[in-house]
């Protein structure tokens, strides 16, 4: 059964930052202390020179270093221009505790990156041990 989409958007209220096509929002490796939804626009999350993920309007991102406390795990780049709303650190734990929609929304948006890197990634090369011989009692 489909779950229905949660519009982040419509629970946050905060500070508005419009990005013009390409501007650099964070950096893999920046502090993070702040995490952002798309208003209207789309950001694109880059690694290693390559897109793993388009956020559109209603999606969140940056909340990984909010959470793990760990730099930025990937960049972020506005494609075309796109208005971010902003989430202070503080702001972001209030609306987990606050908000059961805001935490369900957030943890629909990480089980889908997990399903997507699970999917991309290859399975690692198992090497079978040697199994010793069982012992009689």
């Known amino acids: 059964m489909p779950y229905r989409k949660i519009d982040l958007a419509r629970i946050v209220e905060g500070p508005l930052v419009d990005y ?8 893999r490796g920046d502090e993070g202390d702040k995490a952002y939804i798309v208003e209207s626009g ?23 270093a909010l959470i793990d406390g760990e730099t930025r795990s990937a960049s972020a780049v ?19 505790h606050d908000h059961p929609d805001f935490a ?7 089980t889908r990156r997990l399903r997507t890197r699970f999917v991309d990634e290859k399975p690692p090369e198992v090497t079978p041990l ?3 011989p069982r012992l009689s009692a």
């Open 130 to 132: 040697p199994v010793a």
């Open 78 to 96: 506005a494609v075309g221009p796109t208005r971010l709303i902003v989430i202070e650190k503080d702001q972001f734990f209030a609306l987990l």
């Open 104 to 110: 369900l929304g957030v943890m629909r948006l990480m």
């Open 42 to 64: 789309r950001i694109d999350i880059r690694e290693g020179g390559r897109v793993i993920e388009a956020m559109q309007p209603g999606e969140i991102f940056g909340e990984l």
């Open 20 to 27: 013009p096509d390409g501007r650099v929002v964070f950096i």
